[in-house]
């Protein structure tokens, strides 16, 4: 079993396929339940079931899987239980993988069958398994992992120490470069979720311009498929492996045709990304 968390990976092709599974949004697991409440017990089996099958369906493809990264949001209530449950889960893969906080997990919404704004957020502190100014290096690239939550609030941050950790990492490494992280750093055209993106985006923007090998930025967080453009960086938003919210609106809603997805990457070993989306087959 591979150990945790994974800090270096090579491959007989120099090539790395990079599995991303985001926003799983996991309650106590179903066999650990002991209260009766079926409506609770109902969205916790869904959503289990949903990002189970994501695996099961995306590791059965004829591809290889060098590494899963879990870009934040596994769980909807952060108590240990859930997230044993998702490590078991992850380790029983056998493939590296590695976990990043979004803000799910370090916040609790408590009222969250009231409208969005009625409810109350509670600062919970962050599991010790999710990870913060990680590097994992790969033959032919440098992945950076961070830690944009920030306790008790929906919206993200890259402070001022993970800026300079960010321009330490990619100014001692001249390898193409993938920065993962839960919040989205370029607008995607919905007011309501872009008021919670990282809050200081065109601060870290402006440090970034100095590395044109920073190739590649991967988010969660916005449960929609995106893809933007900004400095050379290609910028991709993933679907959650639960429920998604509909693209281009200004107001909170969700995208209920849109089925549970996930994104592959493959970093090749000439700097070049393919990147794509697959969903649950129904
Ligand atoms: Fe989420
Ligand atoms: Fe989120």
Redesign the pocket.
Known sequence: MPSYPVNKISTPDKQVNVLQVT?LHLSTPVDFMTDNDSSNLDESTIYQHSFEKVLQQALSADMRCDLILVT??LVNEVKPVIYDHIFKVLQATDIPFACIA???DVTDEVGSHLPFLQRTLVGRSTDPRLLSQHVIETDHWQLLLLDSSITGEVAGEITPDDIDWLCKRLSACDKPALIAL?HHVVPVNSAWIDNHMVENSERFWQYMAAFEHLKVIIS??IHQEQVRYRQGVTVYSTPSTCYQFMPNEDSFAYDSDALPGYRWLQLGNNGKVASWIERLDT
């Open positions: 926003d934040g949001d979004g803000n799910h839960h969660g967080h």
